[in-house]
């Protein structure tokens, strides 16, 4: 099977998260920080050494200030959920995930307001303004992600963010398309929030994620439980990571999402960037030149897009196109990518698209097969 959906998770994995994760599992993944026996001793030394790889890889000034989390969608619960209180009003982007919409539209249910600021391909300052407009004297928090995963429309989060620092107001990004492509860290950019899943572009695996703070902010929880710290108290302790890291966390995991930022800074960012970018190019270009294809977005650019195209084949609807391609042995994601705001921005609401996305194991010959597949159902 060519596998070209890397937006939802990437796949293959490297052999170092793989190796990871198995010798974790047989040799020592005992409960960190539960007990005072050696193999607990070690699995909490290994977790502290994923915080700080993670912290550096994000810019976290300190690793307590890395919180993992089950994926993208629990990172960004924390700090909607943990920031936002009745009355307080938040500005998004017209291209949100589901993770995003879904706690939003909860908290609306308990006073919670939300504006929703346009996103314009061509023209970032004007994307600027819209969020600069949006927001109000309650303005608790400006949220969004640094690119979209279903039109791969990349956000000026470094302008967004230097607004909002200049206004007092916090910004939380969601990185789950862009962690391990673009450049996304609290110590280059005014961003306060970074919620990233650790099995799209970091490599890890899935059921994996971490919100990295800039600093201990004083965040509500949404789940309370046992730390290993603290136990005499009632209350969950007010330190990070255990304030939001109740229960036994993945270490198999987390060492794997380790490994996997290992595997980034490795063949380094910017050379796995090039060669996505150079692949998801030959698909735009040679998707335009098939009769019948429909594309929504411009030709991918670093300073644009993340890597990953939309696009439809004739009146087909996107599920029946999606599953053509894997009858002929492409693996895509078609519908609506659990973000539906999106479809409704490039005009797609009634019938999703087919999304491709290469990873760091791509080749140029799987753009071919691709390409020979879309061209034979365009035909039939
Ligand atoms: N945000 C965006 C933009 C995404 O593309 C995804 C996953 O597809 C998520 C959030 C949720 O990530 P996770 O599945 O790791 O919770």
């Known amino acids: 099977m060519v596998y070209l959906d890397n937006a939802a998770t990437t796949l293959p994995k490297p052999r170092a998260v793989v190796d990871v994760m198995r ?20 699995s909490g030394d290994a977790l502290y050494c994923a915080r700080q790889t993670a912290a550096e890889f994000f810019g976290a000034q300190i690793p307590e200030n890395v919180i993992f989390t089950p994926g993208c969608t629990y990172s960004i ?47 970032p300052e004007l994307t600027l303004r819209c969020f600069s407009q949006a927001i109000r004297r309650t303005t608790r928090l400006v949220f969004c992600t640094h690119a979209s995963n279903v039109t791969g429309v990349r956000l000026p989060i470094e302008e967004i963010a230097a607004m909002c620092a200049s206004r007092g107001i916090p910004m939380g ?26 099995h799209k572009g970091l490599y890890g695996a899935a059921g994996t994620g971490a919100l990295i703070m800039r600093d201990s902010s004083p965040f509500g929880t949404v789940i309370e439980g046992g ?24 270490l198999p995991g987390i060492l794997a999402m380790k490994a996997g930022i290992e595997f980034v800074t490795g063949k380094g960012r910017e050379n796995i960037a090039r060669h996505e970018y150079a692949l998801a190019q030959m698909a735009y270009d040679g998707l335009q030149k098939i009769k019948g294809v429909t594309l929504y977005t411009r030709r991918p650019t670093p300073d644009g897009h993340v890597p990953l195209i939309p696009f439809n ?68």
């Open 77 to 123: 619960n924390y700090v909607l959920k943990g920031l936002l209180r009745p009355g307080d009003h938040v500005v998004i982007s017209d291209l949100e995930h589901n993770a995003v919409v879904r706690p939003l539209h909860k908290l609306c249910q308990y006073g919670v307001s939300v504006t929703r600021a346009h996103v314009c391909e061509d023209d």
């Open 313 to 380: 084949v004739g009146d087909l609807a996107s599920e029946d196109a999606g599953r053509m391609l894997s009858e002929r042995g492409i693996a895509v994601r078609a519908g609506y990518h659990c973000a539906y705001d999106a479809h409704v921005c490039i005009g797609t609401a009634g019938r999703g698209a087919v999304r491709v996305c290469p990873s760091a194991f791509s080749h140029p010959s799987d753009i071919d097969a691709l390409l020979r597949a879309v061209r034979q159902i365009s035909i039939n």
């Open 23 to 42: 010798r974790a599992v047989t040799e020592f993944a005992a409960n960190p920080g539960r007990g005072g026996h050696e193999l607990s001793r070690r």
């Open 227 to 250: 730390t290993g710290s603290a136990s005499s108290l009632r209350d969950q302790p007010e330190d990070y990571p255990d304030r939001l890291e109740s229960g036994t966390v993945n």
């Open 173 to 198: 990004v969601d990185g789950a398309q862009s962690a391990g492509v673009l450049p996304l860290a609290l110590d280059g950019q005014a961003v306060d929030y970074i919620c990233v899943p650790g």
